[in-house]
């Protein structure tokens, strides 16, 4: 079947040629400042021009080539049931919730205050209901758990409420034995971690041109299990990162090959997901901002990762400006997802974070989710072909412009037209007649999923043992 796929290309072959170079050139004559003695040996054994004091380390080209020769780009994201599996590499454009936000706005009150683990569980629930967010983050900070508890915390709401694949991060080395305890009462063996890999390990690396070294100390301590590693970059151009778009994303492309560089010689065949959520420095404010800027950079990241045949995840539907539901936020979201998804990255990252990620607003959430509907039909392009051309319906028709009676209609528009659940193509008297705004409509379709989805619960012992392991954990961490 003859079928039209929009795509947007930004770089052109030489371009991402010129990229790789250049960052070949920064690995081989600056290198990267890994912070971690136990990196640092690794890459010293391989070759590698290390300085010991620094920590920081040059990587030849030839380490590079082989990295890449061995990294996978068709990677199984697992859930906790099957149903939950998702696949990069697949072609298909997946959404991660958004992440870690400090502050929620109340579904009674509507008043922006610090998040709880209540608040969390509510945003596990409503994205387990969700059909468009493939992936779930925990979204809010649990700010009423102490806070060495609170990654656990988090993982365990993760588990308990939704199947979906889990995007977190295993934190430091002290709770990572709690962690892997966790993970043994939820797949029977740790080792299943190996096959099924029911949740990514984030890191978020740092700009310019260096690792949290406590973060890759304990991805290397991950390495036996191949849990995916999500290499998250937030590179600031004009702060952290350089000034220009094209400067930001040379720096960003050359940071991702020394990690991948590392985590292969480790692991060869260890599936490393290439993501970015670049921003520019406001001059005004100080602030971070996304914007038509960031949209660019990330583009350009897509097709980087493309060029590598590393999957890829981009930041896109939300506002990093916007403090509330209204066109800004819309506008901010549907001008960033949109172009970054019809340049075809593995996933999309957000639904929906509101001033800068730092608010959750589970009604923006709904709406985003929407969003990405409409998003995932502009990608599904159309068929073109004998059959879809409907040359004797239109022969058979001539002048008449009644097409709503003929067979074809019938036939096939289900499969060609849209049916939007929330943003409802109604005269304004209708609309006038309901009298509900677009967040009160999306507030109360929150309200109705969080009554009435009832999660695929975990079986009791399982439940038990986890509140076992977060009793001794609370025992050992909190002070």
């Known amino acids: ?90 072609g298909r454009v997946h959404a991660i919730s958004s992440a870690q936000s400090v502050f929620f706005k109340d579904l009674e009150t509507r008043e922006r205050r610090a998040s709880t683990l209540e608040d969390l569980i509510q945003c596990a629930i409503l994205c387990d209901a969700l059909d468009q967010i493939d992936e779930f983050c925990p979204m809010v900070v649990p700010n009423d758990v102490p806070p060495t508890m609170r990654r656990l915390q988090a993982a365990k709401v993760a588990f308990q409420y939704t199947g979906k694949h889990i995007v977190g991060g295993f934190g430091s080395l002290d709770i990572l034995p709690f962690y892997m305890e966790m993970l ?10 190996r096959e099924r890999p029911i949740l990514s390990h984030v890191i978020n690396d740092v700009s310019p041109l260096q690792k949290d070294g406590n973060l890759v100390d304990v991805t290397l301590e991950l390495s036996h299990y191949r849990v995916p590693i999500l290499l998250y970059f937030m590179p600031l151009s004009g702060s952290t990162a350089p000034v220009t778009l094209a400067g930001t994303v040379l720096q960003m492309t050359a940071n991702m090959l020394g990690s991948l560089v590392l985590y292969q010689l480790v692991e060869p065949g260890w599936p490393i997901l290439w993501g970015t959520g670049p921003g520019v420095l406001d001059m005004r404010s100080g602030r971070f901002a996304g914007g038509p800027e960031a949209v660019l950079m990330s583009i350009a990241h897509v097709e980087m990762a493309d060029f590598y045949a590393l999957p890829s995840i981009s930041g896109a539907i939300g506002s990093d400006n916007a403090k509330e539901i209204s066109f800004q936020s819309g506008l901010d979201a549907i001008m960033a997802c949109l172009p970054i998804a019809i340049a075809g990255p593995d996933s999309i990252w957000g639904i929906a974070d509101l001033d ?73 008297e209708m609309w006038q007649t309901k009298g509900q705004s677009e967040e009160e409509i999306a507030l109360a379709r929150t309200k109705e999923v969080l009554e009435s989805h009832k999660p695929d619960p975990l079986p009791e012992d399982v439940g038990e043992e986890l509140d076992r392991i977060l009793a001794a954990a609370q025992r050992e961490l909190v002070v």
């Open 184 to 193: 043994d009462a939820i797949l029977g063996d740790r080792e299943r971690l």
């Open 356 to 428: 800068g990620a730092n608010l959750v607003d589970l009604p923006y959430v709904v709406l985003g989710a929407e969003s990405m509907k409409q998003v995932r039909r502009i990608l599904e392009g159309f068929s073109l072909d004998e059959e879809h051309l409907l040359v004797d319906a239109i022969a058979e028709m001539r002048f008449r412009g009644d097409y709503l009676g003929h067979p074809s209609t019938k036939n096939y528009f289900r499969r060609e037209h849209l049916i939007p659940d929330l943003f409802l193509r109604e005269s304004y």
């Open 1 to 90: 079947m003859n079928r039209t796929i929009p795509r947007i290309s930004l770089l052109t072959q030489l371009d991402m040629e010129q990229i790789h170079e250049h960052a070949l050139d920064i690995l081989t004559e600056i290198g990267i400042q890994f912070n971690s003695a136990r990196a640092i040996a690794i890459l010293a054994d391989a070759g590698c021009v290390v300085d010991y004091e620094e920590q920081s380390a040059k990587i030849p080209s030839d380490l590079v080539e082989k990295a890449l020769e061995s990294s996978p780009r068709n990677v199984l994201l697992a859930g906790r049931s099957p149903e939950g599996d998702i696949r990069y590499g697949s």
